[in-house]
């Protein structure tokens, strides 16, 4: 059975900086393609981020540009999303993904990802 699970979140001021990490079993970090996602209320979920290990490719949404980068630690198979200058507007729930395989590129496509974990709650105040 594969799992991912995220951890991190929490409560932050404007300004303010979380890591959020994803511990997967049951699949490897390593040859695959992760990707991070969000969804703030009544909104839909969106792309932040996304990794491909084969060639160490980085995609990121342009509201993050800067300010989010990515890191694994493929020993312990985990990914971990480093949040720095946080704004009220990166409030959500963050969501990790990831689809087996060899690929050059990422993207934000839901479907492209095979597992998700169950999401991370991340609150920004003003």
């Known amino acids: 059975e594969v799992q991912l699970v995220e951890s991190g979140g929490g409560s932050v001021q404007a300004g303010g900086s979380l890591t959020l990490s994803c511990a997967a079993s049951?699949?490897?970090?390593?040859?695959?393609?992760v990707g991070w996602f969000r969804q703030a209320p009544g909104k839909e979920r969106e792309g932040v981020l996304c990794?491909?290990?084969?060639?160490?490719?980085?995609h990121y949404d342009d509201s993050v540009k800067g300010r989010f980068s990515i890191s694994s630690d493929y020993a312990k198979n985990t990914v971990s999303l480093q949040m720095n200058d946080l704004k009220p507007e990166d409030t959500a729930v963050y969501y990790c993904?990831?689809?087996?395989?060899?690929?050059?590129?990422?993207?934000?496509?839901?479907?492209?990802?095979?597992?998700w974990g169950q999401g991370t709650q991340v609150t920004v105040s003003s």
């Open positions: 990794f491909s290990s084969n060639n160490a490719f980085t």
């Open positions: 993904a990831v689809v087996s395989g060899i690929f050059l590129l990422c993207d934000f496509e839901d479907g492209d990802y095979d597992y």
């Open positions: 049951g699949v490897t970090f390593e040859n695959s393609v």
